[in-house]
């Protein structure tokens, strides 16, 4: 099993909240990755970082924000949660090497109301 | 033209069948490939590495061809269980920073 955790598994939340949905690993993996997805779909890189005070912007175009103070987290923010942000987030890691696989969270599941 | 394209399916298939996906990849350079199997309203999880000489487990089976730039999964004897999205992955090189790019999915669903 893959030391990489998400919380919450789920929530529900009102249109405007600040939100932060928390991604932790144990793996001393350098690279993180946030992804969204909606049923069905295909995953959006959203987000990603190579190590601590790294990020970058993926090719979906987010309102979220990230940080990343330590090499095992990587939280990401909703300054102002909107029903348009209602989607599956999830996390990953992987090491910096060339050929290694990326671990996956169990993914957040966010509905904003 | 997407980095990383497959056919998005779906595939029916009867249990017994054998299928086989595709997935083609635009950066000559690229080092690394993985199949990544999604579950339903579950996150991604590693099928199987794939290497230049190919791999084989069990019933499942990737080929590299760098030539023709794509990757392939072959699944013989299909069980009712492989029944899911089956996601294609290429890490491009150092040029493109070594990020994982992930193909949009192949749908499989395998019929009584």
């Known amino acids: 099993e893959a030391d990489i955790y998400q919380t919450p598994r789920y929530l529900v939340i009102g249109t405007g909240k600040k939100i932060t949905l928390e991604c932790s690993q144990t793996?001393?993996?350098?690279?993180m990755y946030w992804y969204q997805q909606d049923p069905g779909m295909e995953l959006h890189l959203i987000h990603y970082?190579?190590?601590?005070?790294?990020?970058e912007k993926g090719d979906l175009s987010s309102e979220s924000t990230v940080s990343r103070i330590r090499t095992e987290h990587f939280p990401l923010t909703l300054e102002s949660a909107r029903p348009s942000h209602t989607s599956q987030y999830l996390c990953?890691?992987?090491?910096?090497?060339?050929?290694?696989?990326?671990?996956f969270g169990q993914g957040t599941r966010l509905t904003v109301v | 033209r997407k980095e990383v394209e497959q056919d998005p399916g779906p595939f029916n298939v009867p249990e017994g069948a054998t299928v086989a996906f595709n997935c083609t990849y635009s950066?000559?350079?690229?080092?690394?490939f993985f199949w990544y199997r999604q579950d339903c309203r579950k996150e991604p999880k590693l099928l199987m590495s794939?290497?230049?000489s190919g791999n084989e487990d069990g019933r499942f089976t990737a080929q590299l061809n760098r030539a023709s730039q794509y990757i392939s999964l072959l699944i013989r004897d299909s069980k009712l269980s492989d029944s899911a999205t089956y996601l294609c992955?290429?890490?491009?090189?150092?040029?493109?920073?070594?990020?994982?790019?992930f193909g949009g999915g192949t749908r499989l669903m395998v019929k009584p």
């Open positions: 950066n000559s350079a690229s080092q690394s």
């Open positions: 970082s190579y190590g601590v005070n790294s990020t």
């Open positions: 793996m001393g993996h350098d690279k």
């Open positions: 794939v290497y230049s």
């Open positions: 990953a890691s992987s090491e910096t090497g060339g050929n290694t696989e990326a671990f």
């Open positions: 992955v290429v890490i491009p090189g150092w040029s493109a920073g070594n990020m994982l790019t």
